[in-house]
């Protein structure tokens, strides 16, 4: 069965960090590109971060040096590492994986900043 499952999301007070996993299963991990997507209430969802399939990484300019996206081929997963969390931050993060003619979604995983 092909799927995305995130997990490591919760509740996490201002200036707090957490760390994000995405497992994959059912698909050729290691010749997809990833990335991580957020959607915060009332909001579309955006782009947090990008990792390609030879490891390069790319990020949105407000999460630059507060956020780490990385990828461990051997265990199909890939993680998001937050540092420095704003209530602004708080959201649904969605895990995406993509090559030429397949695109996967994960079923997101809150994050919620708040003192």
């Known amino acids: 069965q092909v799927q995305l499952v995130e997990s490591g999301g919760g509740l996490v007070q201002p200036g707090g960090s957490l760390r994000l996993s995405c497992a994959a299963s059912?698909?050729?991990?290691?010749?997809?590109?990833m990335a991580w997507y957020r959607q915060a209430p009332g909001k579309q969802r955006e782009l947090v971060a990008t990792i390609t399939s030879s490891g390069s990484t790319n990020y949105v300019d407000s999460e630059k040096g507060r956020f780490t996206i990385s990828r461990d081929n051997a265990k199909n997963t890939v993680y998001l590492e937050m540092s420095s969390l704003k209530p602004e931050d708080t959201a649904v993060y969605y895990c995406?994986?993509?090559?030429?003619?397949?695109?996967?979604w994960g079923q997101g995983t809150q994050v919620t900043v708040s003192s």
């Open positions: 059912g698909i050729a991990f290691r010749i997809y590109d």
């Open positions: 995406y994986a993509r090559r030429v003619g397949s695109t996967i």
